[in-house]
């Protein structure tokens, strides 16, 4: 799942699509990128991130010349279905459109998962703010760009923190079609990523001055903390994998393990 190349073929077909901005994160991207760019104007190649994926994205943010924007990693297959872009052509310029996604699993792709995190009650959300995950937002580009881009100070969580700022000047609009795959436990839900992910969605949280009750943050520190250092202890597919087989003893689907299919 999430090959670059699929994403490529799928954002050429799809009518709304105006452009394909890619700032290449590794080589195999920029191959893939150059590829599809030959005799296929809507692809263009902007300059690789100077200090990580959301100094990428503000290159899509700032090279981008058109009304709305969706940004999509490694692990992301696009799918532009004809309902999608039905949502898309009739967004305002201020409109914020939250879509369903789907998850790529050991089983197969799961049925759409429509999310309405902004009701979450912060006791069911193991400490994270109320958002949805950046694949699952068309961005207005106008607020985006108002809101100041994303924040590069960020490892992990910069989509979390561009949410709550670009949210208060956008109309949310929401949708029941698809809008993409994910990889059910992407590379940033990685075991070398946890700690990061807790700390920063503290910092988020203070920032916001959200308070998340006290069993909430035991909870989320516990297991991501609790990640972490099995991450140090045996490095990340060693985490990835014990973490998977402790979802299973609990009756429940792996998830992080699936990082690492195919190494």
Same mark, same amino acid.
């Given at each position: 799942?999430?090959?670059?190349?699929?994403?490529?073929?799928?954002?050429?077909?799809?009518?709304?699509?105006?452009?394909?901005?890619?700032?290449?994160?590794?080589?195999?991207?920029?191959?893939?990128?150059?590829?599809?760019?030959?005799?296929?104007?809507?692809?263009?190649?902007?300059?690789?991130?100077?200090?990580?994926?959301?100094?990428?994205?503000?290159?899509?943010?700032?090279?981008?010349?058109?009304?709305?924007?969706?940004?999509?990693?490694?692990?992301?297959?696009?799918?532009?279905?004809?309902?999608?872009?039905?949502?898309?052509?009739?967004?305002?310029?201020?409109?914020?459109?939250?879509?369903?996604?789907?998850?790529?699993?050991?089983?197969?792709?799961?049925?759409?998962?429509?999310?309405?995190?902004?009701?979450?009650?912060?006791?069911?959300?193991?400490?994270?703010?109320?958002?949805?995950?950046?694949?699952?937002?068309?961005?207005? &580009?106008?607020?985006?760009?108002?809101?100041?881009?994303?924040?590069?100070?960020?490892?992990?969580?910069?989509?979390?923190?561009?949410?709550?700022?670009?949210?208060?000047?956008?109309?949310?609009?929401?949708?029941?079609?698809?809008?993409?795959?994910?990889?059910?436990?992407?590379?940033?839900?990685?075991?070398?990523?946890?700690?990061?992910?807790?700390?920063?969605?503290?910092?988020?949280?203070?920032?916001?001055?959200?308070?998340?009750?006290?069993?909430?943050?035991? &909870?989320?520190?516990?297991?991501?903390?609790?990640?972490?250092?099995?991450?140090?202890?045996?490095?990340?597919?060693?985490?990835?994998?014990?973490?998977?087989?402790?979802?299973?003893?609990?009756?429940?689907?792996?998830?992080?393990?699936?990082?690492?299919?195919?190494?």
């Amino acid at each position: 799942m999430g090959d670059p190349a699929d994403c490529f073929a799928a954002g050429q077909a799809a009518v709304f699509v105006d452009e394909i901005l890619v700032s290449p994160m590794n080589a195999r991207t920029a191959e893939l990128a150059a590829q599809a760019a030959q005799g296929n104007p809507k692809v263009r190649i902007l300059p690789p991130g100077d200090t990580g994926i959301y100094s990428a994205w503000n290159k899509l943010v700032n090279g981008c010349a058109t009304s709305h924007i969706a940004f999509h990693g490694i692990d992301d297959l696009v799918r532009p279905s004809a309902e999608i872009g039905t949502a898309v052509a009739q967004l305002l310029p201020d409109d914020l459109l939250v879509c369903s996604i789907q998850f790529a699993t050991p089983q197969g792709v799961e049925t759409a998962v429509y999310h309405h995190r902004e009701t979450v009650p912060p006791a069911l959300s193991l400490g994270r703010l109320a958002n949805p995950a950046c694949p699952e937002v068309c961005w207005p &580009l106008a607020l985006v760009r108002q809101a100041g881009g994303l924040d590069e100070s960020f490892r992990i969580a910069g989509d979390a923190d561009l949410w709550f700022r670009v949210r208060p000047l956008a109309r949310r609009i929401d949708t029941e079609a698809v809008l993409l795959t994910m990889l059910d436990g992407g590379a940033s839900a990685s075991a070398r990523h946890a700690r990061t992910v807790w700390l920063e969605n503290r910092r988020i949280a203070r920032a916001r001055q959200q308070s998340v009750p006290l069993s909430n943050r035991l &909870l989320a520190g516990g297991f991501l903390n609790g990640r972490y250092l099995l991450y140090r202890l045996g490095g990340a597919k060693f985490a990835d994998t014990a973490t998977d087989a402790l979802r299973r003893l609990a009756g429940k689907p792996p998830r992080y393990s699936l990082i690492h299919a195919g190494q």
